[in-house]
């Protein structure tokens, strides 16, 4: 019913939409020559190039109809759309394309159209308000948030059943241990970036320093990792108060570009001082850990010593080792996470979050500003050198490779993807850049592209952050309590509008 | 109030305090006493120099010339000027508010004055490690705290909201709960900078309440900057004028008001006075002349 009164009032305009969807195509064409046109391929003469005319002609049809198709939503004929928006996207499983990122592109565009269409249906408009779209999410953000007191340990017993399953295979349980260390460096970066609000673009010089302090500490000291965890801990905290506190007295954007520089520089320097660290190498042989050096994870154990499966009494499995890994890494994420819940109830971490807020007001009310930034650094810096112990041994083998710039780029993407300061959101946005990419593997080159587009849309659609919700530390009157209602929608509108409107008037 | 030469102490000391930006000089030699427990009224005219000497006083600039001293009612000294930023408020105990509020918006009212607290809580939590473990100490110390806020929080009328975003409050509300702030830290002087500005009439007879009850009750010296008159000439014990940096009046109330010095700052030279004589002897022909002309163009 509601379809019928949208779209009997106005006529299509066919001229206008079809200008309209030809300009798209256009700028469509623009960008899809060169990057999808043309390719440069590696020939006996040399190098050469070859065209892909196919492909780009059939991504702009599919984006001047996918134009078209928004078009006539906005007109009016949202259940038309609809039917063919999932025609498009049935076809999409069903015929060849000429390639499967294209078959992608009309599956998941196809989608989104036959979505619009459908919400169009329903509320008998084309289109949300921005306000009303971020009122949505604030809305789900905050739901999320509650949830997360029992979707938590939920989560947390989901993840520890998770090796005991039959499901839990190696290519799995890899993946589950890659997707845990990133959650544990994103919930670690958020001490900093979400909670203290300085911009760290360099968290990954921390675990570069936890990887190698491990390393090499085992390579020349021959030093256990259980002793070189707490150690590489310590060395870590330890260099993130040096870079702290020249740093630290820089803002935003200034401090932003020094702590980029200083995660290149410990890069260079392991690059370059190839006597002591290997250089462009690396280290192999990394002992991997022992049983909490009681029991070795080997078939037949040197003399004198244990094996895990003996000690046990189970038949040998090279998964045990990659298990009890899982767990490690499950437990030392727990721990972060665990310690950041705790200290934002605490003075220390208050100080932070009105570090965040206001500096100079905090100034003004004695905090030493400096002291709490440094303890800021110092803690989020030790986690990222647990991390990287953790890295060191799993792997076997570290070079300066594995802490590129990109790495900062995407623990930090996954704490703002996330919502600063969300804990759950970190979770939920590390699952969405790492584990999708991972999952989609088989898109090899254009899961990047895809990645960039989904993080495009969320800066469009969610630029706080997918799960960016605050509640307050300490409530005087109780969940649902007297001003609840107020505060929960006052945090939708606190981070930006609330503050401008308040400063502006 | 039983002893008056008791709340007669001086709290504050300005002597000869000069501060420059460069060439420009924002303060030049300005002294002054504020007395503890009394509201001591700084004003002036935009760019007086007001804010200036204000930030001075809490420690965000360094003054180029002059001293400060801080006398505490136990009798403990402190010279401001030499005192990095954030020890003033924390150990000498200066709490002060903005001129465009500075709360912590995306908190809400009561984390902003329990964050008020840190330094009383921080040692309390045993620099995060007792209140890691939960320790009851802790427990206590945020207990006091959350006391103290609601406190403040009942005598500015913000008790209901304790649970709002502070960003969230209206205008009024904001700059109620920034002096509730300031309050929470215990000072012994409270600076407020145009507390009044942007405030209805009915909110600044509430706000020269509360300053009164902030001095009556609990004997602190108030710093004030406002351009609100009918504020200061009603509460202030002591007012400082100010203009173009420096001091041009000192006083009470009333001898203020009636200052040539000061009429002549707000309202401009007294142009008849300045003139030439001969000018001034033919300034009514010209008027005539004037009143002529336009006659004839009628």
Excluded at chain 1, 120 to 126: E, L
Excluded at chain 1, 295 to 317: C, I, K, Q, Y
Excluded at chain 1, 453 to 460: D, K, N, P
Aim: one cysteine or more; charged letters at 15%; hydrophobic letters at 50%.
């Amino acid at each position: 019913m509601t379809a019928l009164s949208v779209s009997s009032p106005r006529s299509i305009a066919w001229p206008a939409i079809l200008k309209e969807a030809a300009i798209t195509a256009f700028v469509a064409l623009l960008l899809t020559v060169p990057l999808v046109g043309l390719r440069t391929v590696d020939r006996p003469t040399g190098l050469g190039l070859e065209t892909r005319w196919a492909e780009v002609a059939a991504a702009v049809g599919l984006v001047f109809l996918g134009r078209l198709g928004l078009c006539l939503i906005r007109d009016g004929q949202p259940t038309v759309v609809l039917v063919l928006a999932a025609a498009a996207t049935a076809a999409g499983f069903l015929i060849q394309m000429p390639t499967e990122a294209l078959r992608v592109i009309l599956i998941a565009g196809g989608a989104i159209i036959a979505i619009r269409a459908a919400i169009a249906i329903r509320t008998g408009r084309s289109k949300l308000s921005q306000a009303e779209r971020d009122q949505r999410m604030d809305r789900i953000a905050a739901k999320v948030q509650h949830a997360s007191r029992w979707l938590g340990p939920i989560a947390v017993v989901v993840a520890l059943a998770f090796p005991m399953t039959p499901l839990a295979d190696r290519q799995l349980l890899d993946i589950g241990i890659l997707l845990l260390t990133y959650i544990m460096l994103g919930w670690g970066l958020n001490i900093v970036v979400g909670l203290a609000g300085l911009l760290d673009l360099g968290y990954v010089a921390f675990y570069a320093v936890g990887a190698y302090s491990y390393a090499l500490l085992a390579h020349y000291f021959g030093l256990s990792f259980w002793v070189c965890l707490p150690l590489a801990g310590l060395l870590a905290a330890g260099s993130g108060v040096l870079l702290g506190f020249p740093v630290l007295r820089l803002r935003g954007d200034y401090f932003a570009i020094v702590t980029l520089g200083f995660g290149e520089i410990i890069r260079i320097i392991l690059v370059n001082w190839y006597q002591f660290t290997g250089g462009p190498n690396g280290i192999s042989g990394i002992p991997r850990p022992s049983f909490f050096g009681v029991a070795d994870f080997v078939r037949s154990p040197p003399e004198g010593t244990l094996a895990f499966h003996e000690m046990f009494g189970l038949e040998f499995s090279p998964l045990h080792r990659i298990v009890f890994l899982y767990y490690l890494i499950l437990v030392l994420a727990l721990v972060v996470n665990v310690f950041t819940l705790r200290i934002r109830k605490l003075p220390l971490g208050r100080a932070w979050e009105a570090l965040r807020e206001d500096d100079i007001a905090c100034a003004s009310l004695g905090i030493n500003r400096t002291n709490m930034k440094l303890a800021a650094f110092a803690i989020a810096a030790m986690f990222g050198g647990f991390a990287g112990s953790f890295f060191a041994t799993r792997q076997g083998f570290i070079s300066p490779e594995s802490f590129t710039f990109i790495e900062s780029a995407i623990i930090l993407a996954i704490v703002v993807l996330g919502g600063m300061g969300s804990q759950i959101g970190v979770v939920v946005a590390t699952l969405l850049v790492i584990g999708l990419p991972e999952a989609f593997r088989e898109l090899a080159d254009y899961r990047m592209l895809a990645f960039g587009m989904g993080m495009v849309l969320i800066m469009l659609w969610r630029p706080r952050g997918l799960l960016a919700h605050r509640d307050p530390t300490i409530l005087l009157y109780g969940r649902n309590g007297k001003g609840a209602g107020g505060a929960a929608a006052g945090t939708a509108a606190a981070g930006g509008q609330g503050i401008a409107g308040g400063r502006a008037k | 109030m039983t002893d008056l030469s008791m709340t007669k102490t001086p709290l504050l000391t300005v002597e000869h305090l000069t501060m420059r930006f460069g060439g420009l000089v924002a303060n030049s030699d300005v002294s002054f006493v504020a007395n503890n427990a009394e509201i001591t009224a700084i004003i002036g005219p935009n760019g007086a120099g007001k804010t200036t000497l204000f930030n001075c006083i809490t420690g965000f600039y360094t003054p180029t010339v002059g001293r400060l001293t801080l006398r505490h009612p136990d009798g403990k000294e402190f010279l401001l000027e030499r005192m990095p930023g954030y020890r003033i408020s924390q150990q000498a105990s200066v709490a002060r508010t903005f001129q465009n509020i500075r709360l912590f918006g995306g908190m809400s009212v009561l984390e902003n004055l329990v964050v008020a607290q840190h330094n009383k809580l921080i040692r309390a939590s045993g620099f995060s490690i007792a209140g890691l473990l939960g320790l009851p100490s802790y427990r206590k110390a945020e207990s006091e705290a959350i006391d103290l806020a609601k406190y403040w929080l009942d005598r500015v009328r913000l008790l209901d909201f304790a649970d709002w975003s502070a960003g969230n409050l209206p205008y009024g509300a904001q700059r109620r709960l920034e002096i509730a702030r300031a309050m929470c830290t215990e000072p012994v002087l409270l600076c407020l900078d145009e507390p009044a500005a942007g405030l209805n009439p009915r909110e600044s007879g509430e706000l020269a309440e509360l300053l009164t009850f902030i001095r009556d009750d609990h004997k602190t010296g108030v710093l004030l900057i406002e351009h609100d008159m009918s504020v200061v000439m009603r509460i202030s014990d002591h007012v400082v004028v100010l203009d173009y940096g420096r001091k041009i009046s000192d006083g009470d109330p009333a001898f203020v008001k009636n200052d040539p010095a000061v009429i002549r700052a707000y309202l401009g030279e007294d142009e008849d006075a300045e003139l030439p004589a001969e000018v001034a002897n033919d300034l009514p022909e010209v008027a005539q002349n004037d009143v002529k002309r336009a006659e004839e163009g009628a």
